[in-house]
């Protein structure tokens, strides 16, 4: 991660990815009694959405641990591919087009918490095994990219602590207000340079 970018832009593309997620978690529920995404979720005293700190930086520049402490590193074979977001101790929201071409095999896939470099670990870092990959049914069945949403299931539940902790979803059918300021948070370059 380590990169951070705000954006202007009405409602934010992360919120549009958010809301097909509320979408699919009535999917995830179904899965049997006591078996929904939430039911593992470990008590803790940390609150979603609140970052251990946080600064004005304005434009790409690197964060400090625990700033965004949703923000995982998807790895493919070990190899770092996309960004993802925690939303509970076992489900992580990341994009579809990052298992385009690719094994859809969960054992082939690593999720990365808890670190702002990547590839350089400290000792707040952990490394999970997925345990289930889900697309969105319609991905690129409309129009190029449409649809673009995935969901990560844990092999087993991560531990909340101050440099991880999930991200809050927005409730059914809420609107941010035009102009309000969003942040995005990724694995990019802090320039176009």
Known sequence: MGRETRSNHPGGGWLWYLLWLLLLLPLLAAQGPGRS?????????LVCGKPKVMSKI????????????WQASLLYRNLHICGAVLIDARWLVTTAHCFVNKSHAPEDYLVT????????????????YVSRIITHPSF????????????????????F???????????AGMQLPIHRSCWITGWGMLSED
């Open 37 to 45: 995404p939430t039911a593992a979720t470990p008590t803790s005293a």
């Open 113 to 128: 918490l808890g670190s702002t470099q990547l590839y350089q670990h400290t000792q707040h870092t952990r490394k999970m």
């Open 58 to 69: 304005y434009g790409g520049q690197d964060v400090v641990a625990g700033q965004w402490p």
């Open 161 to 171: 602590t101050s440099y991880i902790s999930p991200a809050c979803l927005p409730t």
């Open 140 to 159: 690129e069945k409309f129009h190029a990219f449409g649809n673009d949403i995935a969901m990560l299931q844990l092999h087993l539940p991560v531990n």
